[in-house]
Structures are given as structure tokens and as C-alpha cells.
């Protein structure tokens, strides 16, 4: 039997004890430093059993010994080929019968009929017919009930082996640092790799060697349960305990109740959460007294990255539901609700709590032996941020190269306050503010009949637009629509309400040449009020503008190049993260190079570069060098 304790932080603990059976010592146990242990015991029906703690008082009750069943062991030495599997029944004629499965990832490896006649019986089952990682060994009855479970780990040591190379055995602060990159599987054999790296200052964040990998995550982690201390120990090398650690991890973390029956009766239970394709937004529409409103409409229009419109019905209790939405940062965008009779006044309401898959355990409190490291990082930070700011060339100044500006005036038919992107255009119309162009229902009325050359008809989100020109007067080529400068469908200005169009303009004949082809047919765009003028918050009347955060768009990893003279290299570089590349891939031959600058402080720099090779096998590797001034 094993154990595992842990303290209050979730960290294991080492801890002593006996084992009792009616009051009377009849063994003891003794835990490494991870909090497990291992003792044996043959319990015996009508016994009580416990487990006493020393030099804490602690007694805890063992559960009380069946009078039948089957034991599984197993023996998975590091120097054998096979694995060796043990069934031992309490009697002969309870189960005669047992079938043996092995298992990997969902994957069967190997299977056995094993007969119990004499109480107990041996297996063995090569290595070879698993792949790397959690197997599991499950023993069913005839009827393919599940009995008893075993998980062991297979480890072929058949990583991607991933080799660092420097061109210099030491370097000085700022000096440039080639690395050598090279991809191969056990056998020597060039693997083309995807692989993502970091260089660390060890002064600033210290090297844990037993920190998790991707090696560790995809063979180990991601399978057991629970907050896992230390998964690195178990592939380091230098660690000679970590196989029989690991093997105390299958026992005592690995155990999971079994779900075979109600597998094999259908009742597999439905997924809680749906695959997540963007971000979900939930709301309520509601009457103007707040009361909820079902079987309204409510449409969304957003115009970043990309132009896009919906529209969802709302159901009991005014609830409705965008899914797989796709915006970015702090991104505005409209939402227009409609009752399900009529243009009454209506509200909506967003809720801003959606739920989202949790951590199955608590997260872990810092230990206190980290409070040194975090002090130290603390305050490298916060020198970092004075000479950012000490040195900050770019806030208030910046120097432009020459420039030649040219123009022509425009006589402005009406006022005009969107974005001039592409100038003023061929005419131009103010709607903001005449209520003879706001109450208007599309927002393509307002150009109907209103500007010479453009003809437009039609209804609902059927329109039929042309602009006086050589390439649309005579064909069904439409005109390119904008709305605020981004080109959209003209099918999905149906879901812009015409109250929030501050003006539109229209391009045609040469005005249509900033366009290139695109203008080919005539140009014609809709730039809705300044955000000054309508309120952003998560609700909104009819419609209106709502500010939501968004996915974070990607930035550039910050990385200087001292191979030049420049102003700003003037700044000391104090950087804890030397290096980040994200995407490193290897070649046919396994080889990659890779070139950074150090910075300015005397340390170790800590590479680590983890990946996975092109037919999906894992590999890490660290490497460090010195930086010292000489």
C-alpha cells in the first residue's frame, strides 16, 4: 500500500508512522521528501486497522478489509523488457476467470485471459506494446465488470533529444550569442522540430531543475489529478530515485474510481462546457420597465478585426447568447434589440459573468522559503522601472523626416466629421442631427435619391446599389461600401441603426482612384458618432455602443541589437528575460541557429528550449553560459 501526505501549502511532507492492526504495531512507514511511502500489508477480514502518525499524536483509520477480492501488483523494473504482472484471489472458486487489459491514452496495447484455479497467477507483457507514459492495467470479470486497476509508467527514454551549442564558451555584457540548435531522436536520427526558447538571468529568476516540461506535461501530468509538486523530478536524470518516486505518484495520485460500467451502459456523462471557438456573450433584453422579453431579436455588429453581424432571438426570461465571437482588446461595438411586434423601446442588459472551466483544487500558496527570491525580483523590477523611465527618449519628442504635403480645396456641401482616411470624397452628408435623415430605418435610404449619379433600391438586406461611372452604370457590379474606413458586406448594414451614423460620403468618377481597383465601381461609406457621444457601458437602449476586452493581441518580444550605435543603447539593460522565441523550427537535418544580445549584468543565462519534433514527440533541453565583464 501507499501514501501521500501533505501540508497545508499542498506541498508533500515527510512523515513516520506505524501500522496498527487491533492496537498492536505490525509495521511502519517512512516518506520521501515529495510526502510519499510505501508499506505492505495482508489484511485479514474482522481486523481494524490504523495508521499512527509519530511525534504528532495522529491516529487514522484504515478502511475496513473485505472478506474476498483480487489483489493487482505489478513489477516494472528499469532493467527488464517486460512487465510483470501479479492476480491473487482470497478463493479459488469466486473468480475463476479474469481478463487483463492494458491501456494507454485510450489506446489498447495488450490483452490476457488469466486463470485464478490456484488463487494466483503471473503475466508478463513486454515494454514494447506501449508507447511512452500512463498505461493502465484493469482487470474485469466475465461479465466486464472492472475489479481492480493498476497504472504504471512506461518510459522508453525515445524523447526528442535536443542539443545547445554556443559559439563562445563565455561572453561580455552586450557581446552577441550564436546558438546552435540541433533535433534527433534516440537513434542519432535528424527529427525536424517546432521548438520555442527562453534565456533567463539566473540572478533575477532562479533555475529550478524540477520545474515542468512539456516532456513531463503530455506523459504525466495532464493525466492524474490535482495540484502536481515537482513533476520535473521524475525525468531528471541526476534524481536516482525517480523511478520508484514516480511509481509511488501511479499509486497515490494515479488512482481514479472506475467509469467502465456506466461506459459500457452508455450513461457517459455530457460535457459541461462546449469546445470553446471565440468568446461567448450573454445578455437579457427587457421592456423599458425592466421586464424581460421573449422571442425579441438582438443584432451585434462589430467592425475589428473584421466586419461582422448577428442576429439571435431571445428566449425565456429575455436571455440570449452570442457564441465564437471574435474581437480584440478594448473593442466597441453595437448592439441593437428590437421586441418581437413592433419598435418599442427596449433595454439590454449584458451579463459580464460567463462561466468558464475551473481548476479542479485550490491553487497553492507561495512556501516560504520562496519569500527571498520574490524580494530580490521585486526589486530588479523595480529598478528596471527607473531607468525605464530615467531614459524614456520617446514621450514627448519625435523627429520626422521630410515630408511634402499636397492638396486641393474641397467646397464642403455639408459638414462632415468622420475619418478622412481617404479625404474628402465626392460628396459628402451630414445625418447626425436632422431628424429628417435619424428616422430613417437603413441606412442606405439616406443615400437614395440624395446624391446625383446614385442609384439605389431595394428592401430588408436586398439592395441593389449603382454608381455613375464606366464600370458600374452599365453592369451589376456593386460599389465597395465602408463603414468607418473598413470594407464590409453590404448585406450587414441592415444591423448599423441609422441613429448612430454621424455621415456618409461618396466616391466616384477619379475621387475613386485612392481605391485602386476596389473603387473600380464606385465607393460609398458610413462613419457612425464619436464614442464622446454615446454611451459606452454594458447596456444599452434600442442600441447602442458597448466596450468589452477582447482577445490580447500579439506584440513583439522586445529585443535589442548592440551591433549598431544608437541613442537609445544608451539606456543600461538590466532585462531578466535576455531572449524569447516563441517558433524556432528545425530543418531536414534537425539544425537551427539562433542570434541575441546579452545585456549588461554579470550572470548566468539560462537557455531552455522545449518542443515537440513533427510527428508529435516531446523534448526539452537546458544549457547555460557565463556573462562577465572582462
Not at 501488483?73 to 473468480?95: M, R, Y
Not at 509511488?248 to 471557438?277: C, D, H, V
Not at 516563441?582 to 522545449?610: H, W, Y
Request: aromatic residues 8%; charged residues 25%.
Amino acid at each position: 500500500m501507499a501514501v501521500k501526505a501533505t501540508g497545508p501549502d499542498g506541498l508533500g511532507r515527510q512523515i513516520q508512522g506505524e501500522i496498527l492492526e487491533d492496537g498492536i504495531k505490525i509495521g511502519d512507514f517512512k516518506n520521501n521528501h515529495l510526502g510519499m511511502g510505501i508499506f505492505g500489508l495482508l489484511p485479514k477480514s474482522g481486523k481494524v486497522y490504523q495508521a499512527k502518525i509519530l511525534n504528532t499524536g495522529l491516529i487514522l483509520e484504515l478502511p475496513l478489509a473485505l472478506p474476498e477480492g483480487i489483489v493487482l501488483s505489478e513489477t516494472n523494473s528499469p532493467t527488464s523488457p517486460d512487465i510483470l504482472v501479479k492476480v491473487q484471489t482470497s478463493t479459488p472458486s469466486q473468480i475463476p476467470t479474469i481478463h487483463l487489459v492494458a491501456q494507454t491514452r485510450g489506446l489498447i496495447c495488450a490483452t490476457s485471459t488469466v486463470e485464478l484455479s490456484n488463487r494466483i497467477a503471473f503475466v508478463r507483457i513486454p515494454k514494447k506494446e506501449f508507447p511512452s507514459g500512463i498505461a493502465q492495467l484493469t482487470a474485469f470479470d466475465s461479465n466486464g465488470i472492472p475489479l481492480a486497476e493498476r497504472l504504471i509508467f512506461i518510459n522508453h527514454q525515445d524523447h526528442l533529444q535536443i542539443s545547445i551549442s554556443t559559439d563562445k564558451s563565455s561572453y561580455a555584457p552586450r557581446e552577441p550569442v550564436v546558438l546552435s540548435i540541433e533535433t534527433k531522436n534516440k537513434d542519432g536520427v535528424p527529427l525536424p522540430a517546432n521548438l520555442s526558447l527562453s534565456a533567463l538571468d539566473e540572478g533575477q529568476i532562479p533555475y529550478d531543475s524540477n520545474q515542468p516540461t512539456i516532456h513531463s506535461y503530455l506523459l504525466m501530468s495532464s493525466e492524474l489529478k490535482g495540484y502536481l509538486e515537482s513533476p520535473g523530478y521524475y525525468f531528471n536524470p541526476e534524481n536516482k530515485d525517480r523511478e520508484e518516486a514516480l511509481d509511488l505518484l501511479m499509486m497515490t495520485q494515479g488512482w481514479r474510481r472506475f467509469t467502465f460500467r456506466e461506459a459500457l451502459n452508455n450513461e457517459l456523462p455530457k460535457p459541461i462546457y462546449s469546445p470553446e471557438k471565440g468568446i461567448s456573450m450573454k445578455g437579457r433584453l427587457l421592456d423599458k420597465n425592466n421586464n424581460p422579453l421573449e422571442g425579441g431579436s438582438v443584432s451585434y455588429l462589430s467592425l475589428y478585426p473584421i466586419a461582422e453581424s448577428r442576429t439571435v432571438i431571445s428566449e425565456t426570461g429575455g436571455q440570449f447568447e452570442f457564441r465564437d465571437l471574435l474581437y480584440f482588446d478594448s473593442t466597441e461595438f453595437t448592439l441593437k434589440g428590437k421586441p418581437k411586434n413592433g419598435n418599442a423601446l427596449v433595454n439590454i442588459k449584458i451579463e459580464n459573468t460567463y462561466e468558464s472551466p475551473r481548476l479542479g483544487f485550490g491553487t497553492r500558496l507561495l512556501a516560504g522559503g520562496s519569500f527571498e527570491m520574490e524580494e530580490r525580483f521585486i526589486s530588479k523590477a523595480a529598478e528596471r522601472k527607473r531607468i525605464d523611465q530615467a531614459f524614456d527618449f520617446t514621450s514627448s519628442e519625435l523627429e520626422l523626416s521630410e515630408v511634402e504635403v499636397k492638396g486641393k480645396r474641397i467646397t464642403k456641401t455639408e459638414e462632415y466629421r468622420g475619418p478622412r482616411v481617404y479625404g474628402g470624397g465626392t460628396t459628402m452628408v451630414k445625418v447626425a442631427g436632422k431628424s429628417e435623415l435619424e428616422n430613417l430605418f437603413h441606412p442606405l435610404e439616406l443615400v437614395q435619391g440624395r446624391v446625383a449619379g446614385v442609384q439605389v433600391s431595394g428592401s430588408g438586406i436586398n439592395w441593389d446599389i449603382k454608381i455613375q461611372g464606366a464600370n458600374s452604370i452599365n453592369s451589376n457590379l456593386e460599389p465597395l461600401i465602408l463603414l468607418n474606413d473598413i470594407p464590409i458586406d453590404a448585406k450587414q448594414l441592415h444591423t448599423l441603426p441609422v441613429q448612430e451614423i454621424e455621415s456618409f460620403v461618396v466616391w466616384k468618377g477619379p475621387d475613386t482612384a485612392i481605391f485602386g481597383a476596389r473603387g473600380a465601381n464606385g465607393v460609398i461609406g458610413f462613419y457612425t458618432k464619436k464614442s464622446n457621444e454615446t454611451p459606452r457601458s454594458n447596456s444599452a437602449n434600442n442600441h447602442g455602443f458597448i466596450r468589452r476586452k477582447g482577445y490580447q493581441i500579439e506584440r513583439e518580444f522586445y529585443a535589442p541589437k548592440y551591433d549598431t550605435d544608437e541613442v537609445l543603447h544608451s539606456k543600461p539593460d538590466h532585462r531578466a528575460t535576455i531572449f524569447w522565441a516563441p517558433m524556432i523550427q528545425t530543418d531536414a537535418t534537425g539544425k537551427a541557429t539562433v542570434r541575441f544580445f546579452n545585456a549588461d549584468l554579470n550572470s548566468t543565462i539560462r537557455i531552455k528550449i522545449e518542443g515537440l519534433s513533427l510527428n508529435g514527440i516531446p523534448g526539452h533541453s537546458d544549457f547555460h553560459y557565463q556573462v562577465e565583464k572582462k
